[in-house]
């Protein structure tokens, strides 16, 4: 069975400083990775997502995580970071279209 | 995109008393939909998945007589709690899976709160 690591719970940075949240999953087949952002009482928003071809996958607001298979990661970075990033992060992998395994999130906070 | 529509956002309800959540897949259909259950400052916890048309598939230690999961159509499924209490308050969060996609989409949560 898969499992998600996500290796730090709360991450503090600030304002226009880069970050990265860290994410290592275990699975024995080929799998699909996601990195979901959550805002307060409400759903979750999808970021990115690799499914097959390059292993760099960028988001449309300045995320990018690489697909990295030897060391089964799938680290979440931005060079530079603004207030309203400020959210709960989740990692999820999944075998092929089948259920999501969610890591244990991590809350990003961006401090002025 | 892919839009699920969750409701209701919030209800309270007294403690011994049924709550009916809907999920819908508004503008494509949802083969598969799945229901989450996410504690305060916790991680999501799968409660079941559902496919259209069958009985769904309750993860261990998710009791499936208090939780019923009903998926009628491929645009709907509903998560029920019976005999709600106290414990079964939380944020239930739904999931639609479409092929076509190639993705998940999720509903915006609905926070239950058994006083």
């Known amino acids: 069975a898969q499992s998600v690591t996500q290796l730090d719970s709360q991450v503090p940075v600030f304002e226009e400083a880069p970050v990265e949240l860290r994410c290592n999953y275990s699975?024995?087949?080929?799998?699909?990775l996601f990195w979901y952002v959550q805002y307060p009482n409400q759903g979750l928003q999808l970021l990115l997502k690799y499914l097959s071809g390059s292993t760099l996958v960028e988001s449309i607001n300045g995320f990018e995580a690489e697909f990295n298979k030897s060391q089964t990661s799938f680290h979440l970075r931005k060079p530079s970071v603004h207030i309203s990033d400020t959210a709960e992060y989740f990692c999820?992998?999944?075998?092929?279209?089948?259920?999501?395994?969610f890591g244990q999130g991590t809350r990003l906070t961006i401090n002025p | 995109g892919a839009v699920v529509s969750q409701h209701p956002s919030r209800v309270i309800c007294k403690s011994g008393t049924s709550v009916k959540i809907e999920c819908r897949s508004l503008d494509f259909q949802a083969t598969t939909m799945f229901w989450y259950r996410q504690f305060p400052k916790k991680s999501l916890m799968l409660m079941a998945t559902s496919n259209e048309g069958s009985k769904a598939t309750y993860e261990q230690g998710v009791e499936k007589d208090k939780f019923l999961i009903n998926h009628a159509s491929l645009t709907l499924s509903t998560l029920t709690v019976t005999s709600a209490h106290p414990e079964d308050s939380s944020f239930y969060i739904c999931?639609?899976?479409?092929?076509?996609?190639?993705?998940?989409?999720f509903g915006s949560g609905t926070r239950l709160t058994v006083v």
């Open positions: 999931s639609a899976l479409s092929e076509g996609a190639r993705g998940y989409t």
């Open positions: 699975s024995s087949v080929s799998v699909y």
């Open positions: 999820a992998v999944s075998e092929g279209a089948q259920k999501l395994v």
